[in-house]
């Protein structure tokens, strides 16, 4: 019996696996260690995930935001360990999750573009290097957070196109003093810009929503992908809504620098199941 988990900061998604049958996927909140404590997550698991899986449990890989040292990753791993006392336990990032969905146990350069973006080069085993992302002030380049300030700001300064303006203000009926507002006083911003991504998704067919788009990618090949020694010949992937969204402009700038792209997930439950499954 092997318990999977893919975890965000707003949610959880958890796979079941070893019974006769399909796998079974069950939900929960965010466990992200930075907003959360050992005794709040082990509630939640007791109250939503335990009735449905039980404890008689022999494995558990739990992949998840925030989990950037053993210190945040002991905060999940006390909590599983309470409720799953049998189970051999392994803690770790997202982005080793990415990097194990995608190429398995091949090496290769792992990236994540969702809220924020990540990457590292991954040699089959573990992450050997990674460019840190920094976040959407001073890196984050192709992420959610970082397309989506960079439209508010053309939006208010006016550099957008009026074509696109008149929309986007029809859209998002917010004033001036409520953008500055979320982004500077309010929490979670990265989350508060992101929120306009889909607007360059449903527009991506006007010049300006392209060329935002792809040069934001082309920020983050060079600024986080060329960070690693023979970039050229490893093959690239990605999880991530805005990775899965906009796969096309994606594919489009990676080749104009001649890479390729070996896989593009939207999440990486599925590949984490095969990896798990298959070893």
Not at 218 to 243: D, K, M, T
Request: net charge neutral; proline share 5%; aromatic share 10%.
């Amino acid at each position: 019996m092997i318990l999977i988990a893919d975890s965000g900061s707003t949610k959880t998604n958890w796979c079941l696996t070893g019974n006769p049958g399909l796998p079974e996927i069950f939900s929960t909140g965010g466990m992200n260690p930075f907003f959360r404590n050992t005794e709040d997550i082990a509630s939640e698991i007791r109250m939503k995930l335990l009735p449905e899986t039980g404890s008689e449990i022999n494995e558990i890989h739990f992949y998840g935001a925030g989990v950037i040292s053993q210190e945040k990753g002991n905060i999940v791993r006390n909590a599983l360990q309470v409720l799953y006392p049998k189970a051999e336990i392994e803690v770790q990032s997202d982005l080793l999750a990415a990097a194990r969905a995608t190429l398995g146990n091949k090496p290769g350069i792992a990236c994540i573009l969702g809220t924020g973006s990540n990457s590292c080069f991954y040699n089959g085993v573990e992450i050997v290097k990674h460019v840190p992302p920094l976040g959407f002030i001073l890196g984050d380049e192709g992420s959610g957070a970082v397309m989506g300030r960079k439209l508010i700001g053309d939006f208010l300064k006016g550099i957008m196109p009026e074509r696109i303006a008149e929309k986007f203000k029809t859209r998002f009926q917010i004033t001036y003093a409520d953008f500055l507002d979320s982004v500077y006083k309010k929490e979670k911003p990265n989350q508060f810009l992101a929120q306009f991504v889909p607007f360059l998704h449903e527009n991506i067919a006007d010049e300006y929503c392209l060329k935002l788009v792809e040069k934001s990618f082309g920020e983050f090949v060079r600024r986080n992908i060329s960070g690693y020694s023979g970039f050229h010949e490893l093959p690239i992937c990605f999880v991530g809504s805005v990775a899965f969204y906009f796969q096309e402009q994606l594919k489009n700038v990676l080749g104009k620098n001649y890479l390729q792209i070996k896989a593009i997930l939207k999440e990486p439950l599925n590949g984490l199941i095969k990896f798990h499954t298959e070893k």
